[in-house]
């Protein structure tokens, strides 16, 4: 209980205090007993200054935030007694006064005596006091007239009760102070209760901060996803929807909160169903129609449920119908009928009724960030770009100069070329080189594809379409390369019923899935490649005429290995180096099998050398790629002999890791060989390893090169011709 003291008896002398003139009050006979110890004169006039009484530092710390809530407090406080003349205040837990109000009279004369705002009411201080008992006993403490120890306070009534913050920490002390014969037993007590009201409003706030400061990360973090997040109600109303959310269906988030989402936008059936009937989905692909466009999505939408409490059935007299089902409930395992004590009377059933959903998130992922994921993971990227192209003929030179032309042009590209030419790097190439080439590079072999599939493949289907068929639909390829390129390799091999609607998507820049009628806009751009004649299909009636001449808009011959004069030993070189960096070892091709090699025809082209080259490299012994280890058809060709018995090696340079390649002989007859032949043919070996750096050094730009080596064009041409590099 709050103690309350008035003891007119005390005595007023002032020496110190015999105890058997102390107050009877024990909390106040300890506190009068301090004060003598200290050597507190009872004549005080004015109280004893402290360090650190200056009250700015305190007004400018965390707790200045508490008197924003205290000062109300104290101004009810104050409507209670305000017809008597007494003042409301405030310390801290140093009994430093933060904070008064209260009679102007009253106010004034405790300031005359110095103790006013930014007094100290502590013991030490000014002795005996509600204040600082309340303070040290953590109590709410009444101290009247005589009681106080010191006679600066007899005047007065001091009654005071502590503050505490969230955690129980002790804060303050509110105060009121009157006039000792104007005391009366109802004050304390109404200190004590606005004490332990502020206290209560306090923790409230402070939780009430936390909420607040944990909403405000909530709602930083839903407007900082890459997803649209909308919670609604369970009418339909949109309670909070993030920027992306917005962004998607061209709303205002601001504008839109307190609205019911068919009003806003047109909801679509199969969300509209789930929403009414509290069923969730799960990656649905949902089209909205907003901003006057068709808008893509993937819609997750779980529901809100609060938790219910199971509500016990009894089955003390079942009904008729419900003894029928039972009768007709079978006893043996796994039925119903072999829980033979829910048959009992008295039994109950504790069943939990199907929750309702008191809201629903959904979230929605666009298509397009979708598949751009999908392409980044499942690599439906170009990684070829046109430094890959190996090769300095003249030929493959200028299929590279229009397929630069056209990589900075939209025009829909038709690269024509024998099967193993490199189409396909061409094509990545191409869209590298684009303004597509953040875009994906989605291809399709028109000739590996099933005929009845191929629709299905290019513009996708929707669930249900055909037996097999997945149950959500897929994209096509049109749809996947929405936004970057398509290569249609093969294309010759399309069936010509299907080729009339690759001409409408290709027109309409539309596709219609198997099987749907919705109709999806891309902006796609076509690489079609063919090793046929398509003016020749167009003839005989095998290839449409008005598809062929919408995609012969950029035509570019790929050519072929044996029109490639001297790119054969480039292209050994590179596959060499990449053969060796592969098994980390040096490898070598000795002159005959580079002589067969080059004599060859090459029907497969690069793809045919590549894996011969690969063979040969893993039966040759000490990694010397000799003439036995071709195979049949090649070592059988008639070799061609040149003025220079070259051949190609690759070593590894352990400094700098990596590979260097030089046309020097490959076995040790072969060097005695050449050492028999005298100087002149080993200053022809000399001669064509140093054309053969110059020329790599400037990227094969013969006048470049012509310059470094101090002769003209036409004879650097005429020396490679010879040397044959």
């Known amino acids: 209980m709050a103690i309350q003291t008035d003891d007119a008896n005390a005595n007023k002398d002032t020496a110190g205090v015999p105890d058997e003139q102390m107050p009877e009050v024990p909390t106040l006979a300890l506190s009068w007993r301090r004060c003598n110890e200290r050597g507190l004169p009872r004549d005080l006039r004015q109280p004893l200054p402290i360090s650190g009484a200056d009250i700015t530092p305190v007004l400018d710390s965390a707790l200045a935030s508490y008197l924003a809530l205290i000062r109300p407090a104290m101004e009810d406080v104050y409507q209670f007694i305000e017809g008597t003349p007494s003042v409301i205040g405030f310390c801290d837990a140093n009994a430093r006064l933060l904070d008064i109000i209260g009679s102007q009279r009253l106010l004034d004369e405790l300031t005359a005596h110095g103790l006013g705002m930014g007094a100290c009411w502590s013991e030490e201080c000014v002795g005996t006091n509600g204040v600082a008992l309340s303070l040290l006993d953590s109590f709410p403490t009444q101290v009247n007239g005589a009681s106080h120890f010191c006679d600066l306070l ?82 339909g109303t949109i309670s909070q929807m993030n920027a992306r959310a917005g962004h998607l269906l061209g709303l205002a988030p601001l504008s839109a909160a307190g609205h019911r989402l068919a009003e806003m936008v047109e909801v679509p059936a199969m969300l509209a169903d789930a929403l009414r009937l509290g069923r969730e989905l799960h990656d649905e692909e949902i ?116 397929a630069r032309i056209a990589a900075e042009s939209h025009s829909t590209v038709l690269l024509h070329g024998e099967t193993g030419t490199g189409k396909e790097v061409f094509a990545q190439s191409i869209h590298n080189g684009s303004a597509r080439a953040s875009g994906p590079f989605v291809a399709i072999n028109c000739a590996a594809i099933p005929r009845e599939l191929i629709s299905s493949e290019l513009f996708g289907y929707e669930g249900g379409a055909f037996t097999g068929a997945d149950r959500h639909g897929r994209p096509g390829k049109f749809e996947l390369a929405n936004g970057g390129t398509l290569f249609l390799d093969e294309i010759g091999d399309m069936p010509l019923d299907l080729q009339t609607s690759l001409l409408r998507a290709i027109e309409t820049r539309a596709v219609v899935r198997v099987g749907g009628q919705q109709v999806t806009p891309v902006d796609v751009r076509i690489i079609a490649a063919t090793h046929k004649d398509l003016a020749e299909g167009v003839h005989l009636g095998t290839f449409r005429s008005d598809l062929f001449f919408r995609l012969n808009v950029f035509p570019i011959e790929v050519p072929a290995l044996r029109a490639r004069s001297g790119d054969i030993a480039l292209l050994l070189r590179y ?7 592969r098994l980390n070892r040096a490898l070598s091709i000795e002159a005959d099998a580079f002589v067969a090699l080059e004599a060859y025809d090459w029907p497969g082209n690069v793809r045919e050398l590549e894996n011969v080259i690969e063979r040969a490299v893993y039966i040759a012994e000490r990694g010397v790629v000799s003439r036995a280890e071709l195979p049949e058809e090649i070592r059988s060709t008639s070799a061609r002999i040149g003025h220079v018995g070259r ?21 040790a007859a072969q060097a005695a060989r050449g050492l028999a032949r005298g100087l002149r043919y080993e200053s022809e070996n000399a001669e064509a390893a140093l054309i053969l750096r110059t020329l790599r050094a400037h990227n094969g730009n013969v006048a470049q090169a012509a310059a470094t080596l101090g002769i003209s064009r036409t004879t650097l041409w005429r020396k490679k011709r010879r040397y044959r590099l």
């Open 154 to 235: 007899t005047p007065y009534c001091t009654a005071s009760a502590p503050v505490y913050d969230s955690l129980g920490g002790l804060i303050g002390a509110l105060i009121a102070i009157t006039y000792a014969t104007d005391a009366n037993t109802y004050l304390l007590g109404m200190m004590s209760a606005a004490a332990s009201a502020l206290t209560t409003e306090l923790r409230m706030n402070l939780w009430l901060g936390s909420a607040n400061e944990l909403l405000s990360e909530m709602t930083a973090i839903l407007h900082t996803l890459s997803e649209g997040i909308l919670l609604l109600q369970a009418d």
């Open 287 to 402: 089209i909205f129609h907003g901003r006057g466009e068709r808008i893509a999505c993937l819609c997750t939408l779980r529901a809100i449920v609060a938790p219910t409490t199971p509500a016990p059935m009894t089955l003390n007299s079942p009904s008729a119908e419900s003894a029928e089902i039972w009768r007709g409930v079978g006893n043996g395992p796994g039925n119903l009928g072999s829980l033979g004590n829910l048959r009992q009377p008295g039994t109950a059933l504790s069943v939990t009724p199907r929750a309702t959903a008191s809201g629903f998130v959904l979230t929605m992922r666009s298509i397009e960030r979708v598949q751009r994921l999908v392409h980044r993971m499942s690599g439906a990227h170009a990684l070829m770009r046109f430094e890959n192209i190996i090769g300095q003929s003249p030929q493959l030179l200028e299929a590279v100069r229009l």
């Open 575 to 581: 596959v060499l180096q990449r053969l060796s960096t």
């Open 647 to 667: 051949a190609v090696q690759s070593t590894q340079s352990d400094q700098v890791g990596a590979i260097e390649t030089a046309p020097v002989f490959a076995t």
